[in-house]
């Protein structure tokens, strides 16, 4: 199961690391915070940068999440635990598991958000040929060319967060 820890931001690298450090391995598998690929215009030239998805979040698997919980109480950087309901902790859903699973092609288990290919045609219809945004169309609220994001609506914890992920342009139309 998925569970995700509030951190402060900036924080997430250390949290991770303390962890690793103060709990047990056998008391979780993954920790990570999504990392996703961006194009960035800097001094007339673009460059890809690597930026976090969600800040202050970080993303841990277990199966005993009451035991995990006792050890995180322990690590200085850690925050909270999100979706405690009463005495239960609520795991991410399914559906948010697997759109995390699909936009980071978590096969190698990096969660590295690659650049998505789109083209503008002649008539400016945009087409998304490769990468975390295909067959994602109808969550794609806005494109912005101009700076290479695009603005996506997902369900994160049950809430609708807009998240930006970098688009790379591979055939655009000259004017």
């Known amino acids: 199961m998925?569970?995700?820890l509030q951190v402060a931001s900036g924080m997430e690298d250390k949290v991770e690391e303390q962890i690793r450090v103060m709990v047990e391995k056998d008391?979780?598998?993954l920790c990570f915070h999504p990392i996703r690929h961006m194009k960035k215009k800097i001094r007339g030239e673009w460059k890809e940068l690597r930026e976090k998805l969600l800040p202050g979040y970080v993303f841990i698997t277990s199966d005993d999440v009451?035991?995990?919980y006792l050890k995180l109480k322990y690590v200085p950087a850690f925050t909270k635990m999100l979706g405690k309901d009463s005495e239960e902790f609520i795991p991410l859903p399914k559906h948010e598991v697997e759109w995390l699973k699909k936009i980071t092609g978590s096969a190698d288990n990096n969660m590295e958000i690659g650049l998505s290919q789109v083209s503008v045609s002649e008539d400016d219809v945009i087409t998304i040929l490769s990468?975390?945004?295909?067959?994602m169309e109808g969550y794609i609220k806005?494109?912005?060319l101009h700076r290479?994001?695009?603005k996506v609506e997902v369900d994160f914890m049950n809430r609708k967060t807009v998240i930006h992920l970098g688009i790379e342009m591979v055939g655009k139309r000259e004017r």
């Open 2 to 4: 998925y569970y995700v």
């Open 27 to 29: 008391l979780y598998g």
């Open 66 to 68: 009451r035991e995990l």
């Open 131 to 135: 990468g975390p945004l295909k067959g």
């Open 142 to 144: 806005k494109i912005d």
């Open 148 to 150: 290479r994001v695009a």
